[in-house]
């Protein structure tokens, strides 16, 4: 072989090699980019709702030990509409693949800008009604399956009742179950004496709960959102005297923390099957080695969220989410998933 025929020879080789590390390259960073999901969540870290977007947080960052792939970016929209709305334009800048949005209040608007922006966006802790878009998914559960429990439920008392007082909080969560107790009231032969409203972030309760008592229902059924609400109608109903049913048609006394602080007396509460005892423990144990406390339902949330996430494609998060039949979590199975709503069954509890 002369000289020149090994220049050309070696020349090749070289290319080669070059053409081979720089393909090489190319396809690990691709594959990197599929796998690299990019999550903006907004949830509430500050304010009077700050128990439920740090719970979920908790529960995400959890999930992110099991997925580092996973990146996320957190922005606090303080459980109000404006600052969630503030916290939604940051985040765009930076190109999150998918969003997280948590209460009604602060993803009803969201949910209506994602849609314009095309952007895939994955909501908990809102059951209010017709929040689900093209682009919009809800994984938690929905008015009915608030309201059910207190009239389908064996344990329930309403059963052997017919005369109600509601008493809910006056945004777009409460509004859509309380039109539910309406409806199943109405169906079920059952009359509602008093059906009022409170305003957000309510302290005082004497005057409506007063003007409930004074309506002689033979039980009392109330939708708070933040555990200062619950706490304050409770705290209220046992000063009062209310010797009749007291239903939370929330679920915001599942929490533990919380409920070690409502009043000794008896009452009802929602639960998904992650807060009966026994269910999930692997996830309790886990949860409660790292953050020192027993983990709530919104925590379990935050979790299954992450996981649900990490089951997609980047490239096609939306066709993944799409196509989803089933979703099982810590919190439970949503099954007939359709409309984008991944919907969580509730039990009734007693509490007491």
Request: charged share 20%; net charge neutral; aromatic share 10%.
């Amino acid at each position: 072989m002369n000289k020149t025929m090994k220049i050309v020879i070696g020349t090749v080789v070289v290319v080669l090699i070059i053409g081979f590390a720089w393909y090489f390259q190319k396809n690990q960073k691709q594959v990197v980019d599929n796998e690299s999901i990019k999550i903006g969540a907004i949830l509430a870290l500050s304010g009077p709702s700050a128990i439920w977007g740090e719970s979920v947080r908790n529960g995400m960052n959890l999930a992110f030990e099991d997925h580092p792939e996973l990146s996320v970016i957190y922005e606090d929209s303080k459980g109000t509409a404006a600052d969630g709305i503030t916290a939604y334009q940051n985040l765009k800048l930076k190109d999150p693949d998918i969003f997280v949005s948590a209460l009604s209040i602060v993803s009803i608007p969201l949910a209506s800008l994602a849609k314009d922006d095309k952007k895939v966006m994955l909501i908990t802790q809102s059951a209010a009604n017709n929040i689900t878009n093209e682009y919009a998914y809800r994984y938690y559960t929905d008015a009915d399956h608030f309201a059910l429990p207190s009239f389908e439920s064996e344990i329930s008392p309403l059963k052997n009742v017919k005369k109600l007082a509601v008493v809910y909080r006056n945004d777009e969560y409460a509004i859509s179950v309380a039109n539910k107790i309406k409806q199943l009231s109405a169906e079920q032969g059952k009359e509602i004496v008093f059906f009022e409203s409170y305003v957000p972030n309510e302290a005082d309760f004497s005057t409506i709960l007063l003007k409930a008592k004074q309506a002689n229902p033979e039980a009392l059924l109330f939708i708070p959102t933040p555990p200062s609400e619950s706490l304050g109608i409770l705290k209220k109903v046992e000063e009062l005297k209310f010797n009749i049913p007291i239903i939370e048609v929330s679920n915001v006394q599942s929490d533990p923390e919380t409920q070690a602080k409502a009043p000794n007396i008896p009452f009802y509460t929602n639960q998904f099957a992650f807060s009966i005892p026994g269910n999930s423990e692997s996830f309790k144990q886990r949860y409660k080695a790292k953050y020192n406390k027993e983990p709530n339902f919104v925590a379990a949330f935050g979790y299954d969220m992450v996981n649900l996430i990490a089951s997609c494609d980047k490239n096609d998060i939306k066709g993944c989410l799409d196509n989803k039949k089933e979703v099982t979590g810590v919190t439970g199975t949503a099954k007939n998933i359709k409309n984008h709503d991944i919907v969580i069954p509730m039990y009734l509890t007693k509490v007491h």
